[in-house]
Every structure is written in C-alpha cells, then in structure tokens.
C-alpha cells in the first residue's frame, strides 16, 4: 500500500472520532453546565452513580472537553494520514480517555449495574480497539 493511499479503516476510523466527540461535549457540557447537587445522583437505575463535589465534575468536565479537542484535531490527522497529528495525538486521546474512565469510576462512586458495566467495557474496548488498529496495521499508512 503506497503512502498516499488512505485505507478504507482509517476513513471510518477518522469519521468515528469525530461521532465520538460529539457524544464527549455533550457529555462535557453536561458536567459543567448543569450543576449536579452532590450526592445526587440519575432517576435511572441503570446507571447508579453518585455526583461529587461541583468542583470534581468541572474537572471532569475539563478533562473531557481538552479529549474532545485532541480527538477531532486526532480525526484531521487521521483524514490527512499525519503521523504527527493522526498517530500521536490518536495515543494521547487514548491515554486520556482511560484516565478519564478510571477517574469518572472512582469520583463518581459508581456501583456496578449491568448496564454500567456495559458502557464501561465498551468505552475501554473502543479505546483498546482505536489504539490497536492505529498502532498496528495502519501504522504504515502515516507520513
């Protein structure tokens, strides 16, 4: 595969990074634009957590919109095929969002249901999965 042909995968996986950040700033904007009284948690049963201090969800909240960015300047990389922009920020985004995920786990007091424990493997799988594919078989296809 020459160097200035974009597999098909690294296409999709561009387009999925930048689905994915949408669902990251509504998320962000969720935590730091409605204040959560702390100790309160959702009326769904679903997800059974419990909200920190509004100081702790605005770091959270920061925390996930500086992934956000990384993530849609990562997606430009990924469409341009940069290695610089595509490949590293791509394991930086990486690195972030399992910090992200452990420390939403541990300040938010979450009790594991199943459909929590679901989005959790999920979110680790997708992240597992992007890394992979970017540091593995696509690798060659960055300049």
Same mark, same amino acid.
Not at 51 to 79: D, E, F, T
Not at 102 to 119: E, F, G
């Given at each position: %595969?020459? @160097?200035?042909?974009?597999? =098909? &995968?690294?296409?999709?996986?561009?387009?999925?990074? $930048?689905?994915?950040?949408? &669902?990251?700033?509504?998320?962000?904007?969720?935590?730091?634009?409605?204040?959560?009284? @702390?100790?309160?948690?959702?009326?769904?049963?679903?997800?059974? $957590? !419990?909200?920190?201090?509004?100081? !702790?969800?605005?770091? +959270?909240?920061?925390?996930?919109?500086?992934? =956000?960015?990384?993530?849609?300047?990562?997606?430009? /990389?990924? +469409?341009?095929?940069?290695?610089?922009?595509?490949?590293? #920020?791509?394991? #930086?985004?990486?690195? #972030?969002?399992?910090?992200?995920?452990?420390?939403?786990?541990?300040?938010?007091?979450?009790?594991?249901?199943?459909?929590?424990? %679901?989005?959790?493997?999920? /979110?680790?799988?997708?992240?597992? !999965?992007?890394?992979?594919?970017?540091? &593995?078989? $696509?690798?060659?296809?960055?300049?």
């Amino acid at each position: %595969m020459s @160097p200035q042909q974009r597999p =098909v &995968g690294l296409t999709v996986l561009a387009v999925l990074a $930048f689905l994915l950040a949408w &669902g990251g700033a509504v998320s962000a904007l969720d935590l730091l634009l409605i204040a959560h009284p @702390p100790g309160s948690g959702p009326t769904s049963t679903d997800f059974n $957590f !419990v909200y920190p201090a509004r100081a !702790v969800q605005v770091g +959270l909240g920061l925390l996930a919109l500086l992934r =956000v960015a990384i993530q849609v300047v990562a997606g430009i /990389g990924l +469409l341009r095929q940069s290695e610089r922009l595509g490949r590293k #920020l791509g394991n #930086l985004w990486g690195a #972030l969002s399992l910090l992200q995920i452990a420390l939403t786990h541990i300040l938010m007091q979450t009790r594991p249901t199943p459909v929590y424990l %679901m989005s959790l493997l999920g /979110g680790v799988a997708t992240v597992g !999965v992007v890394l992979s594919l970017i540091n &593995g078989p $696509f690798r060659r296809a960055f300049r």
